[in-house]
């Protein structure tokens, strides 16, 4: 398996909330406190981000082949910040979401 590396610059365009684990507050048990402080924090920007994650995975699951509509909204999201961004392939702003 090939392996690219990112630039450490292209990671810092990703939120830090997109590197937050993805079922956070989903247990009914403990939703009440956790998720409404985490939604509280995460803006509209960093949540199309984070809801991206799945299609993130598929793309580069995939090779580029699969594009999901969420995936897409994150790209345009995260061009709109910075130049890096823009450009940025489409693989390496995938593999930045899903970075840990």
Do not use: N
């Not at 995975?57 to 995939?62: D, E, I, R, T």
């Not at 910075?82 to 489409?90: L, Y």
């Amino acid at each position: 398996m090939k392996r690219h590396s990112l630039p450490l610059g292209l990671l810092l365009l990703v939120p830090a909330a997109a590197f937050a684990g993805s079922s956070a507050g989903t247990s009914a048990s403990s939703a009440s406190s956790a998720s409404s402080a985490s939604s509280d924090s995460v803006s509209g920007d960093d949540k199309v981000v984070l809801d991206a994650r799945d299609d993130a995975a598929s793309f580069v699951a995939s090779e580029g082949r699969i594009r999901g509509v969420r995936l897409e909204a994150a790209l345009i999201q995260l061009r709109a910040r910075t130049d890096a961004a823009r450009s940025a392939s489409d693989m390496m702003l995938a593999r930045a979401i899903l970075a840990r």
